[in-house]
């Protein structure tokens, strides 16, 4: 699951505690939202996705604009993988926005409508 990955990625880089705060901070939805999205197989809302694509861009601006980093080579691993999971995001947004307009909005699980 495309959540799962992310929560790894920003887990890893010490950017989230929890799934609890990976849900609320990152993702824009309540706490309990990656156990509920995990536990009941559902695809991740566009809502959540789009709000951690933003998150994420926000993040690295953030690390891009920071010239006082102590630990210059953290904050360039934290910046590759962070951007390794935005492209992984959109282009599963992508993915899903081609469903939709080939198949219908309804069977598409990420639909806008």
């Given at each position: 699951m495309i959540l799962e990955q992310a929560y790894e990625t920003l887990k890893k880089c010490e950017l989230t505690e929890s799934q609890y705060d990976f849900s609320r901070r990152w993702c824009g939805m309540g706490r309990s939202y990656m156990s509920w999205a995990k536990s009941a197989d559902r695809d991740p809302s566009p809502k959540a996705l789009l709000q951690l694509v933003y998150k994420i861009e926000d993040k690295i601006a953030e690390l891009d604009s920071d010239q006082l980093d102590e630990f210059p080579e953290v904050a360039a691993h934290d910046r590759?993988?962070?951007?390794?999971?935005?492209?992984?995001?959109?282009?599963?947004?992508?993915r899903c926005l081609s469903l939709s307009s080939t198949q219908g909005a309804t069977s598409n699980p990420l639909s806008f409508a």
């Open positions: 590759k993988a962070l951007a390794a999971i935005h492209v992984e995001i959109t282009a599963y947004l992508r």
